[in-house]
C-alpha cells in the first residue's frame, strides 16, 4: 500500500468525459483513509500530459480545489505523472473550503487539520460576501471528471 507521504506531491492526469483528453491534478495531502486533498488544472491536453506540463502550475491557477477520494488513482483511471524534484508541501496548503446556508444567507469556512484532509477541525461564520467556492464535500472520482469536462469544454 502506498503511504501518505508517498501520495502528497503526486501528479497526476484525469480523463475527461466527453472529448477525450486530460485534465491535470495535484495530491496536496492524503489521509491514511483515502481522503485527498487537492488542486486541479487545465487547459485540456489531448493527450497524456507529462511533468513537462505542471512546472508552470500553482495552487492559485488551479480551477478546481477540494478533498476527493483515492478511487482514481487507486484503480489507476487516473494516469500518475510522477512528482516533481523540489516539490514543497508548505506551497500547496490544504485548501480552504466554504459551505453556504442559503435558507439563512450563512457562509462557512470550513477547516480541516492541515495534515490530514479526512479531520475536521472546525466551522468559522464569515461575513456577507464572503467567498462561497470552492465548496466544501467529498467528491468522488466521476464527480471530479464530470465537473473537470464542464469547466474545460470550449
Do not use: C
Amino acid at each position: 500500500m502506498v503511504g501518505v507521504n508517498d501520495r502528497e506531491g503526486k501528479w497526476f492526469a484525469v480523463p475527461l468525459r466527453e472529448g477525450g483528453g486530460y485534465a491535470i491534478g495535484i495530491v496536496a495531502r492524503a489521509s491514511r483513509a483515502g481522503i485527498l486533498a487537492g488542486y486541479f488544472f487545465g487547459p485540456r491536453h489531448d493527450s497524456l500530459p507529462t511533468l513537462a506540463d505542471v512546472s508552470d502550475l500553482t495552487p492559485a491557477t488551479s480551477i478546481l480545489q477540494g478533498r476527493f477520494g483515492d478511487m482514481g488513482l487507486r484503480e489507476r483511471t487516473w494516469p500518475i505523472l510522477g512528482r516533481q524534484d523540489g516539490w514543497r508541501r508548505e506551497e500547496w496548503p490544504m485548501p480552504i473550503l466554504f459551505q453556504q446556508e442559503p435558507l439563512r444567507g450563512i457562509i462557512m469556512r470550513v477547516i480541516y487539520d492541515s495534515d490530514d484532509p479526512s479531520k475536521w477541525l472546525r466551522s468559522e461564520v464569515m461575513p456577507k460576501g464572503s467567498p462561497t467556492t470552492p465548496e466544501d464535500g467529498m467528491m468522488g472520482a466521476g464527480f471530479v471528471e464530470s465537473v473537470l469536462t464542464r469547466k474545460l469544454s470550449s
